[in-house]
């Protein structure tokens, strides 16, 4: 069956610290792709990145990192020096056998 | 270009009354989804459309959703009649093509049943 598992369901940190956001997935498609969508206060989901099962180099966007590692099913996400406006909720997503499956979210707090 | 449009944003209704959410996907997406997300959880998928066909409706409770996307293009859900627990946020979605594309989302409807 196909799973996706956010196990932090809240994090605070303080402004310009980093902080990195967990997904592990499940699937016995050989090919799959995996997002992380951003829920800010407003309530909609922002796509941030989608990533194939064969291109396991990391990417980084400004602050944002992604490390995926398909040894251990994960689809990691860190926030480089934290700030305010990252306060939102992020889900992880997992596309597999032309169905979507979205992880429970991981609800993220940065203090000023 | 133009995101994925919803409306109404916000809706208040009594139990046993009906209520229709209307969005219009990203032009040229051929993919429509609409989910429906309880506070503190993850989006539900309860159906998804291919042009102005279904491809999976497996989680739409039909005795009370319905959802129709008749020229493939705009689509409406309808919820006859609410029960208090349809209470949560409903989002819809589009995409290019089914399965592995991104799929974008509308700011979505909150409905409260009271």
């Known amino acids: 069956a196909q799973k996706v598992t956010q196990a932090q369901t809240e994090i605070s940190v303080v402004e310009k610290e980093d902080v990195t956001l967990d997904c592990v997935y499940e699937t016995r498609d050989t090919t799959y792709y995996l997002f992380w969508y951003k829920q800010p206060p407003s309530g909609e989901l922002v796509f941030l990145i989608r990533?194939?099962?064969?291109?396991?180099q990391n990417e980084i966007s400004g602050r944002y990192s992604w490390n995926f590692q398909k040894s251990t099913s994960s689809f990691n996400f860190t926030i480089t020096a934290s700030q305010v406006v990252d306060s939102a909720v992020y889900f992880c997503a997992l596309s597999s056998f032309n169905k979507f499956y979205f992880g429970s979210g991981t609800k993220l707090n940065v203090k000023p | 270009e133009a995101g994925v449009a919803q409306s109404p944003r916000y809706k208040i209704i009594e139990k046993r009354q009906s209520v229709a959410f209307w969005c219009n996907p990203i032009s040229g997406h051929a993919t429509l989804y609409w989910y429906q997300q309880i506070l503190g959880q993850g989006p539900k998928l309860l159906i998804q459309f291919q042009n102005n066909g279904v491809v999976d409706d497996s989680q739409l409770p039909k005795d009370r959703f319905s959802a129709e996307r008749l020229k493939g293009v705009d689509s409406t859900l309808k919820i006859q009649p609410a029960k208090l627990e349809d209470s949560a946020v409903y989002l819809c979605?589009?995409?290019?093509?089914?399965?592995?594309?991104?799929?974008?989302f509308g700011p979505g409807t909150r409905l409260l049943v009271l």
């Open positions: 990533r194939n099962s064969f291109d396991e």
């Open positions: 979605a589009s995409s290019l093509d089914t399965g592995r594309e991104t799929q974008y």
